[in-house]
């Protein structure tokens, strides 16, 4: 129907009129209709791209366009009915227009508001162990990165749920559900929960033996310490025990750190557990004794997050410990006036052995001081299109070059906990060939978290799934260093660095 069928002769003439006489206002006026069309284009394709979730691209389209035309048509009438004199008439279809786009809007708003409950953002609305079980399935089965089979864990634990009481065997029976998905950064957080184990010590299988690498100051049993050869636990030889420790309680994603936690055992207790270790020596000697967790062990202090060494004339060190910005407040600044001082060196070893992650932000931030140009290192995959992420279903990382650049060598120190961003920092320097990585392959559990709300406590879970240039999936994997340490016992009991030693070694050939 054309829009001027509705009118008279004389209001007609009146149009045309106008229409000859203020040239400057028609095209004034055809700007802002053609603006109008925009408008409700891009409101229209949002509307089936974004809370919709129409991936087909072409109904996207149609859908901008129709929302586009309806504006159009509208606007226009509005415009007519001014210009011919019907200012009632206007001013109504003004107010209808205003209404019609708030109501929109408002719809947008509450298909997003829906969207976040079902993400998890807000508390459920029930307390009791099977409506929490059951937002926790739904969310986890529609938005959780990796591949699961969820109808096999749904059979297995819905009806231990269904039996459960809240929040007692709730949050325990919780663990053992996530603990099946064999992803560190999978968790559950609540006061309801028991209390964690602790590390007395920090034991790692090197040269085929369970062997002390670390223990807590305050720990004064005999003969523990590093290079210590760890036997039995509670009667069973090393190999029994590890073998009697379920996948669900090591939440390994990779062969490497599922190695890595399997040993740390060892020498983990719960608060009020004692148990008989059998432990030889540095000097040899065969020891049996019962130890168990004192709070007292607490009492040493945290490691600085910032450590700079010179390590010879052409080289100086800077060791990272973390990216969380809780832990380091100023890491940025510190780092950019240690880095400054040490421009004109050959080498600069970065030490990431301890760093489990933190803020990307801040770990590109640094990256960007090494790097002189752009750098697009990898791609995180969606498994849904959801409101935080502005409904993309994949997001590539790059990093910015920051100045001064810093252009010499550069190595890093990394280990098996290297997990989070901490690993898509020390991806993006082996892929792109900016660094020689050194140690141990890294965990393989990266990738973008989030956090589902349950009654008294909250979920957090793997939600982007990031793959490395050349389509190399990162979870599961971890990234190989080029050259990895030879760890021997009497680096141990000497006290030696071995990485410190391979760094010289590298220095040196160069």
């Not at 409950?117 to 929490?132: D, V």
């Not at 085929?208 to 039995?232: F, H, M, T």
């Not at 969380?324 to 040490?342: E, S």
Request: glycine share 8%; aromatic share 12%; with cysteine.
């Amino acid at each position: 129907m054309k829009i001027t069928e509705k009118f008279s002769e004389k209001e007609k003439k009146r149009f045309n009129k106008w229409f000859k006489q203020n040239r400057r206002e028609v095209i004034k006026t055809g700007f802002i209709i053609g603006f109008h069309f925009f408008l409700g284009f891009l409101l229209g394709w949002f509307l089936f791209f974004g809370p919709l979730e129409i991936d087909n691209s072409l109904v996207q389209f149609l859908g901008g366009l129709l929302v586009g035309i309806i504006n159009l048509s509208l606007t226009t009438r509005h415009k007519f009915l001014s210009v011919i004199g019907r200012k009632k008439e206007a001013a109504r279809l003004e107010k209808n227009l205003r209404l019609g786009r708030r109501g929109i809007i408002g719809v947008l708003l509450i298909l997003i508001i829906i969207q976040l409950y079902l993400l998890g953002i807000f508390p459920p609305i029930r307390g009791t162990s099977e409506a929490n079980f059951n937002r926790m399935f739904r969310i986890l089965s529609s938005n959780y990165a990796y591949q699961v089979d969820w109808d096999e864990l749904e059979e297995k634990y819905r009806p231990l749920f269904a039996q459960s009481s809240f929040p007692d065997e709730f949050y325990p029976l919780t663990q053992q559900f996530l603990g099946e998905l064999n992803d560190p950064g999978v968790g559950v957080f609540s006061d309801n929960l028991p209390l964690e184990d602790r590390w007395l010590g920090l034991v790692r299988k090197i040269d085929g033996q369970a062997l002390l690498v670390w223990v807590r100051s305050g720990a004064n049993y005999e003969g523990l310490e590093p290079g210590a050869r760890i036997i039995k636990r509670e009667g069973m030889e090393v190999e029994e025990y590890i073998g009697s420790i379920t996948e669900k309680e090591l939440r390994a994603s990779s062969p490497q750190l599922k190695e890595y936690n399997s040993y740390s055992r060892l020498l983990t207790l719960g608060p009020e557990e004692e148990i008989e270790i059998v432990y030889e020596t540095p000097a040899g000697e065969e020891i049996t004794r019962n130890i168990k967790w004192d709070d007292e062990y607490y009492g040493e202090t945290q490691s600085a997050y910032l450590v700079v060494e010179e390590l010879a004339e052409n080289a100086v060190l800077i060791e990272i410990n973390t990216f969380f910005t809780q832990l380091a407040p100023d890491l940025l600044g510190d780092f950019d006036n240690a880095l400054n001082q040490y421009l004109d060196k050959e080498f600069v070893v970065l030490d990431l052995r301890e760093n489990r992650g933190g803020s990307l932000y801040l770990a590109e931030l640094i990256a960007g001081r090494f790097f002189s140009e752009r750098l697009e290192y990898g791609e995180e995959k969606y498994p849904s299109r959801l409101p935080h992420k502005a409904w993309r279903s994949t997001f590539n990382y790059d990093i910015q070059p920051r100045e001064p650049v810093f252009t010499g060598e550069v190595i890093l120190l990394v280990d098996t906990i290297n997990m989070g961003n901490a690993e898509l920092f020390i991806a993006a320097f082996k892929d792109s060939g900016r660094g020689t990585i050194v140690g141990c392959p890294t965990a393989g559990s990266a990738g973008e978290s989030l956090s589902m709300r349950i009654s008294e406590g909250q979920v957090n879970y793997s939600f982007g799934d990031f793959w490395r240039k050349g389509e190399v999936q990162l979870f599961g994997k971890g990234v190989a260093p080029h050259h990895e340490v030879d760890w021997r016992r009497e680096h141990l009991i000497e006290g030696i660095d071995p990485y410190h030693e391979a760094v010289k070694e590298l220095i040196e050939v160069e």
